[in-house]
């Protein structure tokens, strides 16, 4: 499996989780990498939280800038996904996807996904 999540969890409101991806060797390192999320319901589309790119310059989605880090370790094979002040629209289940040009965009550029970890934030 080229892309292995972990780290998923039940954290309460304002708490914090920390994501962590497993990326196979075999994914070129010129690639860039990411997270995704899908929300719980019919209908959610799967969208980009936070990607990084081969040199670990990242970009995030609006609505966790400043809460959420994003870092890649070419060397160890990892990306981690530091998760802080979590809301309750952070709850879905978190991807890691590798992708096709420089960021992971949209869920269109990503070409090989994980299967995914269970993220759910409550009071």
């Known amino acids: 499996v080229p892309l292995v999540e972990s780290g998923g969890g039940s954290v309460e409101i304002g708490g914090s989780l920390r994501l962590s991806c497993f990326v196979s060797?075999?994914?070129?390192?010129?690639?860039?990498i990411g997270w995704f999320r899908q929300a719980p319901g019919p209908g959610k589309e799967r969208e980009m939280v936070?990607?990084?790119?081969?040199?670990?310059?990242?970009r995030y989605q609006d609505s966790v800038q400043g809460r959420f880090i994003v870092s890649r370790d070419n060397d160890k094979n990892t990306m981690d996904l530091r998760m802080n002040s979590l809301k309750p629209e952070d709850t879905g289940t978190y991807y890691c996807?590798?992708?096709?040009?420089?960021?992971?965009?949209?869920?269109?550029?990503?070409?090989?996904w994980g299967l995914g970890t269970q993220v759910t934030v409550s009071s």
């Open positions: 060797k075999y994914i070129p390192e010129r690639l860039s």
């Open positions: 936070a990607s990084v790119d081969k040199s670990g310059r990242a």
């Open positions: 996807a590798a992708c096709t040009g420089d960021y992971c965009v949209s869920r269109y550029a990503a070409y090989l």
